[in-house]
């Protein structure tokens, strides 16, 4: 597609259900990231893809959160049994290295909001 | 620990004079600082960034200076313009070893600029 989505746009849970959030990255980019930005805080690093691997996955707050990228595209990103502190704007970026100045295009993020 | 820091959590201006958005970093591997725009319900959008052997780089009404020795760069924006109103992201990486082109960014300026 011409940018890169992410659904559902916004998402109402309560605490302790399980949540899937997708990112449909820009077609040929192999490169995938996931942020997330709580209440009054930048973007903080989840979790990278490159193809199908995820070299770094050091920015996942605990193993309640998972990720998979299938196909060097779709990335959906679950959170099970979340909390009210997973409440944050969850934002996927896909790159490509070619274009310089990281080439990060954002999709328009996830709302959460865990009651 | 916050390795990039916005310490300006807002910034009012009047349309037609400068603004400035000051980010200050911690982490001396950093080489490599970009600005990004954020509209709300919108994901962020690059402006404009600056690699760490410059001291200043240009893009039209927009200006980023890097100072080096003191850990700090500044985004001057010439004339302001209504349009101009968002929050601004600084972010920063570091280029090779485990870096996979990971963004530090900071917690966002919100800049109104007003008619």
């Known amino acids: 597609g011409a940018g890169v989505s992410q659904s559902p746009s916004n998402k109402v849970t309560e605490k302790g259900k399980d949540v899937e959030l997708r990112c449909d990255p820009i077609?040929?980019?192999?490169?995938l990231y996931w942020y997330r930005q709580s209440l009054g805080q930048g973007l903080e690093f989840l979790i990278y893809?490159?193809?199908?691997?995820?070299p770094d996955k050091s920015g996942l707050p605990s193993d309640r959160f998972s990720a998979e990228r299938t196909g060097g595209s779709v990335s959906t990103l679950t959170i099970q049994r979340t909390q009210q502190e997973d409440s944050a704007v969850y934002l996927c970026?896909?790159?490509?290295w070619g274009m310089g100045d990281y080439g990060y295009t954002f999709g328009s993020g996830t709302r959460l909001t865990v009651v | 620990d916050q390795q990039v820091k916005q310490n300006s959590p807002s910034l009012s201006v009047q349309e037609g004079r400068i603004s400035i958005l000051n980010c200050d970093y911690t982490?001396?591997?950093?080489?490599?600082f970009l600005w990004y725009k954020k509209y709300p319900a919108e994901g962020p959008t690059f402006l404009i960034s600056?690699?760490?052997?410059?001291d200043k780089n240009e893009d039209g009404r927009f200006t980023v200076f890097l100072n080096k020795s003191a850990k700090h760069l500044s985004l001057h924006i010439v004339p302001s313009q209504p349009g101009d109103s968002a929050v601004y992201f600084c972010?920063?990486?570091?280029?090779?070893?485990?870096?996979?082109?990971?963004?530090?960014f900071g917690q966002g300026t919100i800049l109104t600029v007003h008619p």
């Open positions: 077609s040929g980019h192999t490169a």
């Open positions: 600056i690699s760490s052997i410059k």
């Open positions: 982490n001396s591997m950093f080489d490599y």
């Open positions: 972010a920063a990486s570091s280029a090779g070893g485990t870096s996979y082109g990971k963004l530090t």
């Open positions: 970026a896909s790159v490509n």
């Open positions: 893809f490159q193809g199908n691997s995820a």
